[in-house]
């Protein structure tokens, strides 16, 4: 059974920053690439950041340049999304996900066969 399990989100204050964990089971994690979505009430999901199977390749959308990193950990099946400088338009569900399509093949957003449940994220003013 595969399982994709997020953990660290939370309220902040804007300018703060938190610091996202996805932990996934029942695949061979290092075949995967993987991503961080969101969405917002009324808004469509959006591909925030995605990594490479190795984790050499990273990708972020424009909207988090520079303020959020993506990093994986394949011997611990663990994904990451570091979020620094938080700003309102950040408060989302953040979900975690897994393709076994080549990382620039996701770079669209498709080919996403596992998800997690979602994680909130508050922003604060």
């Known amino acids: 059974q595969v399982q994709l399990e997020e953990s660290g989100g939370g309220l902040v204050r804007a300018g703060g920053s938190l610091r996202l964990s996805c932990a996934v089971s029942g695949i061979t994690f290092s075949s995967y690439s993987m991503a961080w979505f969101r969405q917002a009430p009324g808004t469509e999901r959006e591909l925030v950041a995605a990594?490479?199977?190795?984790?050499?390749?990273?990708y972020s959308a424009d909207s988090v340049q520079g303020r959020f990193t993506i990093s994986r950990d394949n011997a611990k099946n663990m994904v990451y999304l570091q979020m620094n400088s938080l700003k309102l338009e950040d408060t989302a569900v953040y979900y975690c996900?897994?393709?076994?399509?080549?990382?620039?093949?996701?770079?669209?957003?498709?080919?996403?066969?596992?998800w997690g449940q979602g994680s909130q994220v508050t922003v604060s003013s």
């Open positions: 990594i490479s199977r190795s984790g050499i390749s990273t």
């Open positions: 996900a897994a393709s076994p399509a080549r990382y620039r093949d996701t770079l669209n957003g498709a080919n996403f066969n596992y």
